[in-house]
């Protein structure tokens, strides 16, 4: 059963208390499995005729009312800070937005750890400094259902004057749902409190809904700030973008490299991520991959590590587990709640083959367009950034860094924890380069329309 049948069985109307009917789909509701779409950029160079093509897009956008599972695609909508002043929104609601937001991705590169290689001078046009103003993402379950919604979005562009295309991205996955390397991703989601779907067995209890969604409760008891006047702020949320050209081909050679024999290579691959391909988790199956585990949402994301505190099974440093640590013991403390992210990534280029070696990377685009969803979504990136992707010291690992996301610009280490001695393999590299990204402002629909009519007139 794939994510959004998955979600549309759980779901009972009655138990919602979130107003569905405002908020995006793509807030609230998952990508199919399998999955196309497209990613769009936009940039507004009339302040009038942007805000005309908002008003006319709003009303292609679906909202998360709509829990049945049978609409083939939906289209969701993110502005810039630089987009929402392209618009002329007034500049006292410019300034009442997080100072993340308003300076933009790129500004914020030292916070983010984004340096040498990941710098933005290496970054793609599109996402240059006040290029990219609107960012629509489409996704689909099939092409036609693409080509559908493509046509309804960006026929819109088409009739528009005053808006300029910086950059498209097409990408899709097949039911596997497997990233670049070649596992299943984009597994783990938290549940929401308030939105009429029950938590699956793992997520342990509903995440209060302020945590994603302006204007309620959060894990505090009370509301985050959000922007003003309300008509703008309420029912939306903030989206972190960040596009990566992924490296399979470095990171089939280095498990070779460090592993002799197909099977202990998928074992070292699968310490390394903390799930086997499959995405069965290494603390339900840890002797050898399960697919069948894999693919139930029921039962993959129903573990925790605190039978595993040494990390005999889960090593500490594997990336799954440093993301998400569930009920770990962490050396520097924090509420994991608060950094509870809903995941929209999407995956593009030629499936995973295992023969890929660093010669192929380049030769054909792969990578991986990383999107999460969250009210705290500007200090949760940048505090991953900093903390759990290119820093150990939460887990007594001082400067090693996360071994599939981290930057590696010496080459690094992962540890693998054993008894006696701890193992320590060396000689990772950056296997995900970024490519670009932008923080994001997905207002709710009827802030849409308050953008698209010039409310503030």
């Given at each position: 059963?794939?994510l ?23 807030i ?20 009038a ?62 916070q ?7 710098a ?8 240059e ?8 993402t ?9 080509a ?34 070649g ?10 409190a ?45 989206v ?13 050679d ?6 002799d ?33 894999g ?12 039978g ?11 990336h ?11 050396t ?45 979504a500007?200090?949760t ?36 924890p ?7 393999v ?6 995900n380069?970024?490519r ?8 709710s ?6 953008i698209g ?5």
């Open positions: 059963m794939g959004l049948s998955d979600l549309a069985a759980r779901f009972r109307h009655e138990r919602a208390t979130l107003a569905l009917d405002d908020i995006q789909a793509l609230l509701r998952s990508r199919p499995e399998p999955y196309v779409g497209l990613h769009a950029m936009l940039r507004f160079d009339d302040a005729r942007g805000r005309d093509l908002v008003r006319r897009l709003a009303g292609h956008i679906p909202s998360a009312a709509g829990w049945t599972g049978d609409r083939a695609a939906w289209i969701g909508a993110a502005f810039s800070h630089q987009g929402l002043q392209a618009l002329g929104v007034p500049q006292a609601s410019l300034d009442s937005f997080p100072l993340p937001f308003r300076q933009g991705m790129a500004a914020r590169a030292a983010l750890r984004d340096v040498d290689g990941n933005p001078a290496h970054w793609e046009a599109a996402f400094p006040g290029n990219c103003h609107l960012a629509l489409i996704y689909a379950r099939d092409e036609a259902a693409l559908e919604a493509r046509e309804k979005a960006l026929g819109e562009l088409a009739r528009s004057r005053g808006v300029t295309l910086v950059g498209s991205h097409a990408f899709g996955a097949d039911a596997d749902a497997k990233n670049p390397f596992f299943r991703d984009s597994i783990s989601q938290p549940a929401v308030g939105s009429g779907v029950d938590p699956l067995p793992g997520q342990e209890r509903a995440i209060a809904a302020g945590e994603f969604i302006l204007g309620e409760n959060s894990e505090t008891g009370a509301p985050l700030a959000m922007p003003q006047p309300p008509e703008l702020g309420r029912n939306g949320s903030f972190v973008l960040r596009k990566y050209a992924s490296r399979p081909g470095a990171f089939n280095f498990v070779r490299d460090h592993a024999g197909a099977d202990a290579q998928e074992r070292l691959a699968a310490k390394m991520v903390g799930r086997w391909r499959s995405g069965a988790p290494l603390n339900l199956a840890p002797e050898r991959d399960d697919p069948d585990l693919a139930d949402p029921a039962r993959n994301n129903a573990f925790d590590f605190s595993d505190a040494r990390g005999f099974i889960c090593p500490h440093a594997s799954m587990r440093r993301l998400n640590p569930r009920d770990g013991k962490l520097i403390l924090t509420d994991v709640n608060i950094h509870r992210i809903i995941r929209r990534s999407s995956t593009f280029g030629p499936k995973w083959r295992p023969d890929l070696t660093a010669a192929d990377d380049g030769k054909e685009e792969r990578g991986i367009f990383f999107i999460f969803i969250s009210a705290r500007y200090d990136i940048e505090f991953l950034q900093q903390e759990w992707i290119n820093r150990g010291n939460f887990i007594d690992l001082g400067e090693e860094r996360d071994p599939l996301v981290g930057l590696h610009e010496a080459p690094g280490t992962f540890t693998i054993q008894d006696p001695v701890r193992r320590r060396d000689g990772i590299t950056t296997f380069r970024l670009g990204g932008e923080y994001l402002f997905m207002p629909l009827a802030a849409l329309r308050w009519a010039g409310g503030w007139a």
